[in-house]
């Protein structure tokens, strides 16, 4: 069927392709329907009993696929590879799920996972989804002040950690993070299950911290508790206009119909082919396509543990889909643009027997198309940009390869998937029309899969993602949809900035830099990068008397953001300037201050107070180098 025809059919008849696809889903008590009108958004098969670790590992043995790889490990970090099967990694589940069901673990109880790309970091996941336990993974690169905010908001019972993790030339040290943050929490976890590694164990805190090993010995193995389609199987957090994350939840039933369908009609994987996303499991991406689609899919999943660049070499990713036979493969563009910088006639790839290779999909930011262009100049495939958010958890647009792959628009990640009515709005709220800018928009309701709320915070739901457009979610992000319904997407109408394909909050950053106690007032934003996209920079105004040098209050800055919300923040430019460009009202004029440092156009804001600081912002951002080039 073509994909027309297929957007049409759901258009005409949501509960019918919903329930057609929930049957890929093994269900312990089938749902009586598909949609439910309740909660604040509308919630997917509510009334079915299911359990997301029977549908991604147990069903699979059963079927007889239990001698088949469900995990590749790969880490050119530490120069090793390993492979799980289906059957081992039932075992292994099991195992732990009943070593944290003896400690009292139980349905509805959350469980933090900090851990690196190691097998281990999916295995922990899935032990949670076995038993119901709801799991929140904080992705590795946060500090421990990140860590205990979401200590403090999801209140775990356990927290799942690593003893460290491995970034090219260093050993990150996971433990002492931990330990930072559960101290700087009100919050404290009854118990900690720590995942020795070689490369630098952990001291272990008596009575409170266990080694993943002994915490299992003579454990009886947990079966999959079946749970409703509308218990929550995890919350991810991810950043909002302020310090405090968004808790994105996910419902069971919607997340297991919604991945099934997505790895099937937009990657085209079927059982027993081998997928790869070179994420983290940090990110939703992680969650939704190292973790939970490939395997309920019943395919292989690769788990990464390593970068585009410098692990040894530009090379790696063609290395890594020759040796394990990936047949899809799913990366950031910042990736790819880190490999082109290093390799630009891409002859790393000429060197490997990429066969096995059927499309590459890119995510998490726009894809600009030279990078598309040049990686379909050496791969001879299609390269396909898809746009999703943590929120929604799976492509809100795409080109399905696995239905019918469309003629590919440079810059669009192509067409709604079925479930989504896309609209661009004006501020008003009217559609605009073919062309013209607006803000981006889904009819309500979201398909499964999506967030149905938000973590403790249901009113910051209604108010972040409702209110705006009644009758619409508000993706945040704005654009433009052409004569053939190809979306397109520029920007986000927000504060949130994309650095390397990691989204951040410049709020946050803002948060950070205003208690430094020499800063009066300041701003964060993010300018274009020819690397990762954006990079944050900060101004900042310090207090009448300081007299502490600029450079050094730089550099304080930078410090604090680092140990504060992580080094996967990036926040390495910051400068100090005598005043902030405002409007006479006293809002920042933010946006002025990015088409200056991207050295774009800009009409003099109406409003401002001052034009004469806009030179001043210029000559600042000149002395950090922007624009680029
Ligand atoms: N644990 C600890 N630290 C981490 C980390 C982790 N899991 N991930 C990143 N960091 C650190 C890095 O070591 C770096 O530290 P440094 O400032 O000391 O160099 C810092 O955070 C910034 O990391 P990053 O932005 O990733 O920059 P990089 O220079 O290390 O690598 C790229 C640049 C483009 C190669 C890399 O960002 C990349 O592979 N991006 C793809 C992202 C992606 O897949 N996103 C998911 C969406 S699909
Ligand atoms: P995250 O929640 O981290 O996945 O980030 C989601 C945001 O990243 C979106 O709201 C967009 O702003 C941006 N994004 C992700 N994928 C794309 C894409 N293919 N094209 C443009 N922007 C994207």
């Given at each position: 069927m073509a994909y027309k025809d297929l957007y049409a059919g759901?258009?005409?008849?949501p509960e019918g392709f919903w329930m057609q696809a929930a049957a890929a889903i093994d269900w312990d008590r089938a749902p009586s329907?598909?949609?439910?009108?309740?909660?604040?958004?509308?919630?997917?098969?509510a009334d079915g009993l299911v359990n997301t670790c029977w549908n991604a590992v147990d069903r699979h043995v059963e079927a007889g696929r239990g001698d088949q790889p469900a995990i590749i490990h790969d880490s050119p970090i530490t120069g090793t590879t390993a492979s799980i099967t289906y059957r081992a990694l039932r075992d292994r589940v099991a195992s732990l799920a009943g070593a944290l069901r003896d400690r009292g673990v139980g349905k509805g109880d959350r469980v933090i996972i900090y851990m690196p790309m190691v097998p281990e970091a999916l295995e922990a996941m899935l032990a949670c989804t076995r038993i119901g336990a709801i799991h929140s993974v904080v992705f590795g690169g946060f500090a421990a002040h990140e860590l205990a905010v979401r200590i403090?908001?999801?209140?775990?019972?356990?927290?799942i950690a690593a003893s460290c993790g491995l970034e090219p030339g260093r050993v990150v040290p996971y433990k002492?993070?931990?330990d930072a943050a559960i101290e700087g929490a009100r919050h404290k976890p009854e118990f900690c299950v720590i995942l020795q590694r070689?490369?630098?164990p952990a001291q272990l805190v008596p009575g409170r911290d266990f080694a993943w090993d002994s915490i299992q010995k003579g454990v009886t193995p947990a079966d999959c508790l079946p749970v409703e389609g509308n218990h929550p199987a995890y919350v991810l957090y991810t950043s909002g206009t302020t310090g405090q994350p968004k808790g994105v939840i996910r419902h069971t039933a919607g997340h297991l119909v919604a991945l099934a369908w997505s790895m099937r009609n937009i990657y085209a994987i079927e059982a027993g082919d081998v997928f790869w996303a070179a994420s983290d499991v940090g990110w939703v991406v992680g969650h939704s396509y190292i973790c939970y689609g490939p395997l309920i899919a019943g395919a292989t999943t690769i788990v990464f543990e390593g970068k585009p660049v410098g692990t040894p070499d530009a090379g790696t990713f063609w290395r890594v889909i020759e040796d394990h036979k990936a047949k899809s493969f799913f990366t950031a563009p910042t990736a790819i643009r880190a490999v082109k910088r290093e390799d630009p006639k891409g002859d790393f790839i000429r060197r490997h027997d990429l066969s096995c290779l059927q499309a590459v999909f890119l995510a998490g930011e726009r894809a600009d198309p030279d990078t598309i262009q040049w990686l379909e100049d050496r791969l001879h495939l299609p390269v396909i940009d898809h746009w999703w958010q943590t929120e929604t958890g799976w492509a809100i647009a795409a080109n399905p390869l696995g239905i019918e792959a469309l003629p590919v628009r440079k810059g669009s990640p192509s067409v709604p998937m079925p479930g989504y009515d896309v609209q661009v709005l004006d501020e008003a709220g009217h559609p605009v029309a073919p062309g013209t800018l607006g803000a981006i928009a889904v009819r309500l309701p979201l398909p499964p899969g999506t967030l149905p709320s938000l973590w403790n915070a249901e009113d910051r739901f209604r108010a972040s993602y409702l209110a705006h457009f009644p009758g619409f979610y508000e993706t945040g992000d704005a654009g433009y949809v052409d004569e053939d319904g190809y979306l397109y997407i520029m920007a986000r109408t927000d504060d949130v900035i994309n650095v390397a394909g990691h989204r951040l909050s410049t709020g946050a950053m803002e948060e950070v830099l205003s208690g430094h106690p020499a800063v009066a007032e300041c701003a964060v934003i993010g300018v274009a990068d020819s690397l990762k996209g954006q990079m944050p920079v900060g101004f900042l105004c310090l207090k009448k008397g300081?007299?502490?040098?600029?450079?050094?209050?730089v550099r304080e800055v930078v410090q604090r953001v680092r140990d504060q919300i992580g080094p996967v923040a990036a926040f390495k430019l910051a400068c100090v300037v005598d005043r902030l460009p405002k409007t006479r009202s006293g809002k920042i004029l933010r946006a002025t201050m990015v088409k200056i440092a991207d050295g774009e156009e800009f009409r003099m804001p109406a409003t401002i107070d001052d034009p004469a600081i806009l030179d001043e912002i210029a000559t600042a951002l000149r002395g950090l180098g922007y624009p680029q080039g």
């Open positions: 759901w258009k005409a008849d329907r598909a949609h439910f009108d309740q909660g604040p958004a509308g919630e997917w098969f403090d908001d999801a209140r775990p019972r356990a927290i002492p993070l931990l070689d490369q630098q300081v007299d502490t040098p600029d450079a050094q209050v």
